[in-house]
């Protein structure tokens, strides 16, 4: 019997079983190493439904502010499609903190979105393991189109005539 792949792996990445990726995490036998693997995991928790692991991977100070019913909704009504790490910087074992920057994909309502975002992420001495602190969501750059003279503008070729008797005429 084939064991269910993680989900945290991109879908043009290599599968991994998920007892040999997030799944420790996320059932609490193993702690996440790094501020990416936690990262993945809590990907992970969301796929699978495990809104306590979300809630109990988040920074104590910030635990008030969770609300668990959205967490549970985006949860359950999103087909989950894969994790793509984008950049990182620290988080591993021996720092203090780490930042993650991702994208996650999904499908909800019939539309495939992506949630991309820059997490921080603190690694806590007392219980030794890593907690998500917040992120910052990071939109797509708008697309600017070039700015085109107005239809009886000068021509910007500097032929003195009008825009839409000459450069304007092919477009």
Request: proline share 7%.
């Amino acid at each position: 019997m084939t064991e269910q792949p993680c989900p945290c792996r991109a879908k043009d990445a290599e599968p991994a079983p998920l007892s040999a990726c997030c799944g420790p995490h996320v059932d609490g036998s193993r702690p996440a190493p790094t501020a990416e693997a936690l990262m993945r995991s809590r990907y992970t928790a969301y796929a699978l439904g495990e809104i306590d692991y979300l809630q109990d991977t988040l920074a104590p100070e910030r635990r008030a502010g969770f609300h668990r019913k959205a967490a549970t909704d985006w949860s359950k009504k999103s087909q989950w499609l894969g994790l793509d790490i984008e950049a990182t910087k620290a988080g591993r074992p021996g720092d203090r903190d780490g930042y993650v920057e991702f994208s996650a994909h999904y499908t909800a309502d019939g539309l495939r979105q992506t949630h991309r975002e820059r997490a921080l992420f603190r690694f806590d001495e007392a219980d030794q393991r890593w907690y998500f602190v917040e992120g910052e969501a990071i939109k797509s750059a708008p697309v600017v189109r070039e700015a085109r003279p107005g239809r009886n503008d000068p021509c910007s070729c500097g032929s003195g005539k009008k825009y839409k008797k000459c450069c304007g005429a092919a477009a």
